[in-house]
């Protein structure tokens, strides 16, 4: 490995992106006493440090960080800063009543506006821009798919929100090849992610927080590395030992590595690529001019935006999950999901064809057994843990961040109350079933799109992928 400067930015387009130096911030230097001890520092560590410190200036508290500011998913994701939230509608319905699955989503609408704010205040350089989402039908049977959608939208009461748009509605948007018209929402920006989680390190640490990087926690309060426990409220670092009344683990899905949390998300590796920065004559066919976010109505999810530098980023699913809930650098590199996702980008804006991609990369996203994201906090223990995005976390983490702040200092707010706190969600069962559920449901996504571009219409398969996917 070269520099750590280099190995940070090789990382994402969006860190390789990054102006300032990717070298870490100092280590913790021994043992230290604090309020606050945050594990990780990507969106939901940093935010939760954001908001503790604008709620309370006095509080002591330390992000430990195993690399860097912004080196796990939120230095690598699809740029959508979205209304979505993982669980479904339905789902939070039978848990916690119509009401509860309304206020869930009316308070995701708020957190997307909510961090373009923080983010013109705090003077982060994020390039947040509201344009939503479009969601293209490119063969017929996401016409009715896409369709059935606004629907659902609208019985529950937000079809304000969501919109099909016809053919020539669409294309005034973007210009996607083989287009039947789209499925559009305002309720999405687009950001640079790395940009922001750095911007985020850097406006806590104005505020007093101190982050320590190359910090890597080896075991914390409730449970060791062999199995025993540890006394309640210390966390063993690499470095030293930190002594907090409150800590959180902020580490989605590189949480399988913490002692006796391994099978509390499925981590699934989501890869992307980018383009170089493209001509104004191939932005011209394609139009694109309001930086919506895209994605198309396939099973075998896909997801892009156009970046500042005017570059397509896309991404998708189709990586494999591997054995044992496994993480490591190399399965960032797929060499065939990378040229699926280009063949991806040809096939929808032909204007594409002959533009090299600059950057290759990939990165764990953390699926809980229920597919039910979650803040909970003990107070009794000082433990908490956010997350379980399942791939909407970007953000999702900004409202964890701002209800754990609420939990650590015990203050009884609307968004403390709402039906994703607390949730417990399910472990995932032991491996073998893991690893052949998980790539079989794959394997017939994948299948699932190829028969509906061929026969046109919606494939049957739908039910199967659901159950095996645990949704
Ligand atoms: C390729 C990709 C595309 C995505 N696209 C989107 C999108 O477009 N929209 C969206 O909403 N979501 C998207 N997501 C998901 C989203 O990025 C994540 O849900 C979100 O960033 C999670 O933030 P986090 O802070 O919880 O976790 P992370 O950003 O993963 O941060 C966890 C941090 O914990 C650190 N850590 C781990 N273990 C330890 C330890 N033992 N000690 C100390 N530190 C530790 C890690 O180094 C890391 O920095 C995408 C994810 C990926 C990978």
């Known amino acids: 490995m070269g520099s750590l400067d280099a190995y940070y930015r090789s990382r994402s387009l969006w860190l390789d992106g990054v102006g300032e130096s990717l070298e870490p911030r100092p280590s913790l230097p021994g043992d230290i006493d604090v309020d606050v001890a945050i594990i990780g520092a ?8 954001f908001y503790l410190i604008a709620a309370d200036p006095a509080l002591r508290i330390a992000v430990l960080e195993r690399e860097i500011a912004g080196f796990g998913a939120s230095g690598r994701n699809g740029a959508f800063c979205s209304w979505a939230f ?13 009401d509860a699955a309304v206020a869930m989503q009316r308070e995701m609408f708020h957190t997307v506006d909510e961090i373009g704010r923080v983010a013109t205040r ?10 939503g989402t479009l969601t293209a039908a490119t063969v017929p049977a996401h016409v009715a798919s896409l369709k059935a959608e606004a629907d659902w939208y609208a019985s529950w009461g937000f079809a304000e929100h969501f919109r099909w748009l016809e053919k020539d509605e669409a294309d005034a948007r973007i210009r996607v090849a083989g287009s039947l018209g789209g499925l559009y929402t305002p309720e ?15 406006s806590v640490e104005r505020r007093g927080v101190t982050v320590y990087e190359r910090t890597p926690v080896l075991s914390f309060a409730g449970a060791d590395g062999d199995g025993g426990r540890l006394e309640s409220g210390r966390v063993q670092t690499a470095c030293g030992v930190v002594r907090a009344p409150a800590v959180v683990l902020a580490t989605e899905a590189y949480t399988v590595g913490a002692p ?6 499925l981590p699934m590796y989501s890869l992307m690529v980018a383009t170089e920065p493209l001509s104004d004559d191939v932005w011209a066919e394609i139009g694109w001019s309001g930086r919506e976010t895209f994605s198309d109505g396939r099973h075998l999810l896909i997801y892009a935006s156009r970046t500042q530098d005017g570059r397509i980023a896309l991404g998708g699913r189709g990586a494999p999950y591997h054995f044992g809930s496994a993480l490591a650098d190399r399965f960032e590199r797929e060499p065939q999901v990378f040229d699926a996702l280009h063949r991806v980008i040809t096939e929808l804006f032909p204007a ?13 996203i953390g699926i809980p057994r229920d597919w039910y994201p979650t803040v909970k906090y003990d107070g009794d223990a000082g433990l908490g843990w956010a997350g379980g995005y399942a791939g909407d976390g970007v953000a999702t983490a900004n409202l964890a961040g701002r209800t754990m702040a609420d939990l650590i200092l015990g203050r009884d707010t609307d968004i403390a109350r ?7 969600s399910r472990p995932w069962e032991a491996e073998p079933l893991r690893w052949l559920a998980t790539n079989f449901a794959t394997r017939m996504m994948a299948s699932a799109d190829v028969e509906e571009r061929r026969t046109g219409r919606p494939s049957k398969k739908e039910d199967l992928i659901m159950g095996l996917i645990g949704r």
């Open 352 to 364: 594409t064809r002959g533009a090299r991609i600059t950057h290759r990369w990939g990165g764990p």
């Open 188 to 202: 999405c920006a687009a950001l640079d992610p790395a940009r922001l989680a750095r911007g985020l390190a850097e």
């Open 122 to 131: 705090e003077g982060i350089d994020c390039g947040f821009v509201k344009g």
């Open 418 to 424: 709402l039906p994703w706190v607390q949730h417990r």
């Open 86 to 98: 993982a669980a479904t509608y339905e789902q939070i319905a039978r848990q916690a009543g119509r």
């Open 42 to 49: 990507g969106y939901t560590g940093l935010w939760i440090a």
């Open 260 to 265: 006796g949390h391994h099978r509390d998300v």
